[in-house]
């Protein structure tokens, strides 16, 4: 039974700013260890499920988090730049998916590094009319392989998120958000043990049968990404099959999520290129 693990940073243990989430900051390396600690923590509790192969998809930003040599020597990393799915390459190869260090949508003014995908240039991500974050795409693209999501770690508000979408899926809290760059954390051993039981009971479960088979898929979809800059939208606009439907809304269609999944990214980074280093 092989799971995966696609890991983000600003949902890990003890982590709430901006200087400690991305490699410019002077406290990534703080960031680095605390992510590589709950995914090590996720991994344990996979094994003792009964799981026999893991893979860890480093998914945050650089892709370069993850200390390697940190990293439960059971489990194989996915890390670098270029992939086809960043966030999800190469799980439609497995049974089981955890989101670890996950984090609430863009527009969530609780959610600590509350985002989606992209920082400052987002305003609002919407598939079909209702408001998604990265929790929702990359699950609706493990569900487009058939691969059940068990197991979301984060905070209050990303667990929030996940019982309105993913109701099934296990739920380790980690921290309660206080604001954007704000929370009451728990300590790392507390969530190391929190994480860890929680995995061992969603591997338990797929392993018994009790995790359902039969998933929600995206089918044709319509996806609308809303800047803040109506540069922005100018700038995404360009890419063949979207449309400016708004001062700062483009709009595409996609067949599947993995479609929509890299649709929307490819609009963000197009607009991105448009952003104003001086209004944001």
């Not at 983000?8 to 709430?16: I, K, P």
């Not at 949508?105 to 974050?133: A, K, Q, Y």
Request: net charge negative; charged share 20%; hydrophobic share 45%.
């Amino acid at each position: 039974m092989r799971i995966y693990i696609s890991a983000d940073g600003e949902g890990v243990t003890g982590v709430v700013h901006g200087a400690e989430m991305h490699p410019e900051g002077r406290e990534w390396e703080y960031g680095r260890r605390m992510m590589t600690a709950d995914v090590n923590a996720a991994v344990a509790g996979a094994f003792d499920g009964g799981a026999t192969e893991v893979y860890v998809n480093d998914a945050h930003w650089s892709e370069l988090n993850i200390l390697p040599e940190k990293l439960d020597p059971r489990a194989q990393l996915l890390r670098g730049s270029g992939k086809s799915l960043p966030m999800m390459e190469g799980v439609e190869e497995c049974d089981g998916v955890f989101f670890v260090g996950y984090h609430a949508r863009v527009g969530d003014w609780r959610g600590v590094g509350s985002e989606t995908l992209l920082g400052r240039e987002i305003f609002d991500v919407r598939v079909n009319g209702r408001p998604v974050g990265e929790l929702g795409i990359n699950a609706a693209v493990a569900h487009h392989f058939g691969v059940p999501v068990l197991l979301v770690t984060g905070d209050d508000a990303l667990s929030a998120e996940a019982e309105d979408i993913l109701p099934q899926a296990q739920r380790a809290v980690v921290k309660y958000a206080i604001g954007r760059f704000s929370a009451r954390c728990l300590s790392p051993q507390a969530t190391a043990e929190i994480i860890a039981r929680e995995a061992r009971g969603a591997v338990l479960q797929l392993a018994g049968g009790a995790v359902a088979r039969a998933l929600p898929q995206w089918g044709h979809v319509v996806c609308e990404v809303e800047f803040v800059s109506p540069a922005q939208a100018a700038a995404a606009a360009i890419m063949p099959g979207a449309e400016r439907v708004a001062a700062r809304t483009v709009r595409c269609e996609a067949a599947d999520a993995p479609t929509a999944s890299r649709a929307i990214l490819a609009i963000m980074l197009l607009g991105a290129r448009a952003a104003d280093p001086w209004y944001g």
